[in-house]
């Protein structure tokens, strides 16, 4: 309390203190705005074409018949436990927003080994009946102990990106950008 | 003044709240206003804005670069010479030098004098202008080689071939056309410049393509991003035949395997020159990287060679094609890794390890070929005659064909690893049967006592072909220091009067 006590304006200065704190208020709030911040808590698919390189992800999971059931999170963030997946998607989303914001993205994006085993858990999660003891009493003991040893992507790795992945793969993918952030009343105005 | 606006804040502080909001409020709507300039100002990048118009024949690649600055910055990064890989290197070093058997085999070839590793499409021009194959014109003599040569050199020559016609570009000797091709390979030579789609210049392949009954012009976008490499990236030769003088000729009639071009010069008893150790008939065959191309899995699999040489490239947002030709190693993340999920360095490997495969089957052939050479003289030496040689010289012919076939292309070892094998192997045979037949007429004579000179370094194996070197440097200095620079500024004061007109 004596902190901000000691840092407390002068009376005189009031007028100004509440100009500026108003400006920076305001500005803070445009950029939640601008940069959709609140869409980050969401699960939509949408989110993630905040950053249009997200295209040719977005548009081959669109094409895919895990579009039916799933949507990016249900499969690239853990989903045994809310603060578990809130820190994965926290951890992951600030690197991508860094390597957005500065450029340094690589012309084909690979998933990393700890994105892989989140992967690899979401596959099993939906797809526990293949696992269950009726459906593995059709295979030998070491086929069994080799597949549980064994990503899924291992083998499905195309499922359901596709084979190519480029950020040049889809260029003319109708996905959903980011619209506009200038609203569509002062559109009208400032074309008059 | 009574009323201000401190006062008012003092008696009523809820007025004070009042002038925050309405203050955040405005700055917002100033923040609106903002991005909504910022948009209309990122607009501009997206939209084709022409700076400069120029002639639909403009040889100059930095002039079309002003309205496509993406693909020309890339595009003059084949000036860079720094990349090597396991074999191939991106300047040009001397594979004389590294490799002194090359000399024997080209005994008699201007290749023997001066033959180095490719630089990119940047050094074209003055690569060709400073090799010693192309000889030391000067006022009294003329290149050795035809003006056939700059064809596949300069962007010089679709204005060229607009202008001489067809053969009246090819005949003359190189040095008459040095003034006018001075630009190195560049955009006119691909592109349409009213519509920028790819388009083929050089009439030799359009020829070829008619004489197999097929219309280059319906070809897809997906064909025409290997076609434009295929202007050039080929074998060919010049023809005399039927009134024609050095014609640029693609032997491709009978088809595209090593066999079925053989065939095709065997017809009328084609041969590049006369080796001057075996005296054999020999075929030189040049850069036969398209035509490998097309025996490999990755053509089978519906790629083009701007796919991995030329890969796509998102930049903001925007897509566009890498102009900074070179070897997909340079980056396999962007390469081989579209398509390919292992790590880079598995993928390095496994190219190299084609590499090295096909490298073995080359050295193994390589090392006969020399010593067939230096047998067949024996043979000549110690009496035998035309009859007892023709065929011992065929074999020669056709192993060294099959050896150069393979060699000649820098990427033949990964485009076609099965097919390169496949030639190499025939290769092998053929040059094991001719020194057979060579033992054979030793026999007769009885006499087997073969001498191969000490051709361990450049030096030495030049000199046992009688290649004076130094002379030939010599006189190549005092042309490059007397008669390109009087070309160079024949063509400053030609390309002043180029129309160019700023937007």
Not at chain 2, 316 to 335: A, E, F, M, N, Q
């Amino acid at each position: 309390m004596k902190i901000i006590k000691a840092l407390y304006p002068p009376i005189k200065w009031k007028f100004w203190v509440i100009l500026i704190l108003s400006i920076l208020f305001g500005i803070i709030i445009f950029i939640i705005y601008v940069s959709k911040a609140f869409s980050y808590l969401s699960d939509s698919p949408e989110t993630c074409m905040n950053c249009h390189i997200m295209a040719p992800q977005y548009s081959t999971w669109f094409h895919s018949s895990h579009r039916e059931f799933t949507n990016c999170n249900e499969c690239h963030v853990p989903q045994d436990n809310i603060l578990r997946g809130y820190m994965f998607k926290a951890k992951d989303g600030l690197r991508h927003a860094t390597i957005f914001t500065l450029r340094k993205e690589p012309q084909v994006i690979r998933i990393k080994e700890e994105g892989k085993k989140v992967v690899h858990e979401n596959c099993l999660r939906c797809h526990s009946d293949l696992f269950d003891e009726k459906y593995l009493s059709n295979y030998s003991n070491t086929i069994i102990a080799e597949h549980l040893n064994r990503d899924c992507m291992f083998c499905h790795r195309e499922t359901p990106h596709s084979t190519i992945t480029s950020l040049s793969s889809a260029p003319n993918a109708r996905v959903p950008l980011p619209e506009s952030a200038v609203p569509l009343w002062l559109k009208k105005i400032m074309n008059k | 003044m009574k009323w201000s606006i401190k006062q008012l804040v003092e008696t009523k502080p809820w007025a004070g709240w009042v002038l925050f909001f309405i203050t955040s409020v405005f700055v917002f709507i100033l923040g609106l206003l903002a991005s909504s300039i910022m948009e209309r100002r990122a607009e501009a990048q997206f939209v084709y804005t022409p700076k400069v118009e120029y002639d639909p024949l403009e040889p100059r690649s930095d002039i079309w670069g002003q309205n496509f600055p993406k693909e020309y910055y890339s595009y003059i990064q084949t000036a860079d010479t720094t990349f090597k890989s396991l074999f191939n290197v991106s300047d040009d070093e001397d594979l004389l030098e590294s490799n002194p058997k090359l000399v024997i085999l080209f005994a008699g070839n201007p290749f023997s004098r001066d033959y180095n590793h490719a630089r990119g499409h940047f050094y074209a021009v003055i690569d060709v202008v400073k090799t010693l194959r192309t000889g030391a014109p000067n006022d009294t003599t003329p290149s050795p080689q035809p003006n056939t040569c700059w064809t596949c050199k300069s962007s010089d020559v679709p204005r060229l071939i607009n202008k001489l016609g067809v053969q009246g570009f090819y005949k003359g000797s190189f040095d008459k056309l040095g003034h006018e091709c001075v630009n190195y390979i560049g955009c006119v030579d691909c592109h349409d410049a009213k519509t920028m789609n790819l388009k083929i210049t050089r009439p030799a392949l359009v020829e070829a393509f008619q004489r197999l009954g097929k219309d280059i012009n319906k070809s897809s976008h997906q064909e025409m991003r290997s076609l434009v490499c295929a202007q050039c990236h080929v074998e060919y030769f010049f023809d005399n035949r039927d009134g024609k003088e050095k014609y640029l000729t693609f032997p491709w009639d009978s088809g595209f395997t090593v066999e079925a071009m053989e065939r095709y010069y065997d017809a009328f008893a084609f041969s590049d020159w006369k080796h001057a150790i075996s005296k054999a008939p020999m075929l030189k065959a040049q850069h036969t990287e398209y035509e490998m191309f097309l025996f490999g899995v990755h053509y089978r699999s519906g790629l083009a060679c701007a796919d991995c040489h030329m890969p796509y490239k998102s930049e903001g947002g925007v897509k566009y094609t890498d102009h900074h030709i070179t070897s997909p190693l340079r980056y396999i993340s962007r390469t081989c890794q579209v398509c390919h999920r292992e790590s880079e360095d598995e993928l390095r490997n496994r190219i190299y390890e084609r590499q090295k495969t096909i490298k073995e089957l080359r050295t193994i052939l390589e090392n006969e070929l020399v010593i067939a050479h230096f047998e067949a003289k024996h043979a000549w030496d110690i009496g035998s005659n035309e009859k007892e040689m023709q065929p011992v010289l065929q074999l020669i012919r056709q192993a060294q064909w099959r050896w150069d076939f393979v060699a000649c292309g820098h990427g033949n070892a990964f485009h076609a690893p099965l097919e390169s094998a496949r030639i190499l192997g025939n290769g092998i045979a053929k040059v094991q049967e001719a020194r057979r037949q060579l033992q054979r007429i030793f026999a007769k004579y009885n006499n087997f006592d073969v001498k191969i000179p000490d051709i361990s370094t450049k030096e030495k194996a030049q000199k046992a072909i009688d290649i004076d070197y130094e002379k030939l440097k010599r006189d190549k200095q005092e042309f490059m220091k007397n008669m390109v620079p009087k070309w160079l500024e024949k063509a400053k004061e030609r390309e002043a009067k180029y129309y160019i007109k700023n937007v």
